[in-house]
């Protein structure tokens, strides 16, 4: 006589209630993981093209001439500067920060403790009224209790169909000279964008220029 099969466990039905208990638990998970990411959306800066932390697009006619004087540009906090055979030559220059010629979108905060530093046309240089540190126009630093030079935007050009045709290159400027580096103006460009939330800090510089 064959034994008989012994039936396996079996699972009760859900109930009604297990069931709603169910639907509510996926419910309030699905609300806060939407509730979560509408946080993140809402906590992340997000700032409109020509306010400080957005992207100011200029003509390439802002630019001012080589050597000239820098222009100053409040909203966007920087000095656009368009270094030339003449900032190339300035014997106040380090010689261990060369002057690449070509444009240069400056941030206009002191890197000591950050006062708002100005242009004084008769020396030719930036200066800090706060505590005296100097930067030549290429942000170079050549005096005072600053330690580095200048910060500077990354900044496009850009041609009318809105190709970039040169950009400020990124990376560490105390071992690579061409981070933050000036960059001449391609043939064709229309526009120069200036990126005021990303900016390549400057090489530390504790040397003193010539000729102050």
């Not at 800066?45 to 004087?69: Q, W």
């Not at 190339?88 to 070509?102: C, F, L, T, W």
């Not at 939330?197 to 220029?209: E, I, L, P, Y």
């Amino acid at each position: 006589m064959s034994a008989a099969a012994i039936p396996g466990p079996t699972t009760p039905p859900m109930t009604r209630r297990e069931f709603l208990y169910y639907v509510w638990g996926a419910s309030m998970a699905l609300f806060l993981a939407e509730s979560g990411g509408a946080l993140v959306w809402f906590a992340l800066p997000r700032f409109k093209p020509g306010e400080f932390g957005g992207t100011f697009t200029l003509d390439v006619s802002a630019v001012p001439p080589v050597d000239a004087d820098p222009k100053d540009y409040p909203e966007g906090r920087f000095w656009l500067v368009n270094l030339g055979p003449r900032a190339a030559s300035d014997p106040r220059q380090p010689k261990d920060y060369p002057v690449q010629e070509g444009v240069l979108a400056i941030y206009k905060i002191c890197v000591h403790l950050g006062c708002l530093y100005k242009w004084v046309p008769t020396n030719n240089r930036f200066e800090c009224p706060c505590h005296g540190s100097k930067y030549l126009p290429s942000g170079a630093r050549v005096d005072g209790p600053a330690r580095r030079n200048l910060d500077v935007f990354i900044m496009e050009a850009v041609d009318s169909g809105g190709n970039v045709l040169a950009k400020t290159a990124t990376g560490n400027a105390d071992n690579d000279s061409k981070a933050g580096a000036a960059f001449q103006l391609p043939a064709g460009t229309a526009q120069i964008r200036i990126n005021t939330g990303k900016k390549v800090q400057g090489a530390v510089n504790t040397k003193d220029g010539g000729g102050r």
